[in-house]
């Protein structure tokens, strides 16, 4: 059965959307620790991101890079990354921007109207 992950590449669910090449797709997180809170997942999927193949996981890396130096350069926030690993079986890394919203474990709420202002501040275009 397709992982909640798959099915929002597919577009049966619907996200806000930031980032997609063939090997990436990068969103908001619905459930977010920080103001700006992305999910960085590979197209292929593998429950764990050791799992995945040295070309997924360097696509997947490369990803996280430049969002994150994008996000860092929008945002004027550092970014931190995280791997849990436990909450969707599909690899995935977020990346979250440390401002003064952050706190380990904790979730913010936003409108749907705010997510798609922080999805357009954060989209990326190559």
């Known amino acids: 059965m397709p992982s909640i992950f798959t099915k929002i590449i597919q577009g049966e ?3 806000y959307k930031i980032y997609e ?3 990436t797709f990068a969103f ?3 459930h977010p620790e920080s103001k700006g809170h992305v999910l960085v997942i590979p197209k292929n999927e593998v429950d764990k991101i050791y799992e995945l193949s040295d070309e997924d996981y ?3 890396m490369a990803t996280v890079k430049k969002l994150s130096q994008h996000m860092e350069k929008v945002l004027g926030q550092r970014t931190l990354w995280k ?3 436990t909450d969707v079986p599909h690899a995935h890394v977020h990346l979250m921007p440390l401002d003064e919203s952050w706190q380990y474990g904790h979730t913010l ?4 109207e705010e997510f798609e202002q ?9």
């Open 58 to 60: 360097q696509a997947l």
């Open 118 to 126: 922080i999805r357009a501040q954060l989209e990326y275009h190559e």
């Open 13 to 15: 669910i619907p996200c």
């Open 109 to 112: 709420e936003f409108t749907p």
């Open 83 to 85: 791997v849990v690993g």
């Open 21 to 23: 090449d063939d090997k």
């Open 28 to 30: 908001l997180d619905i």
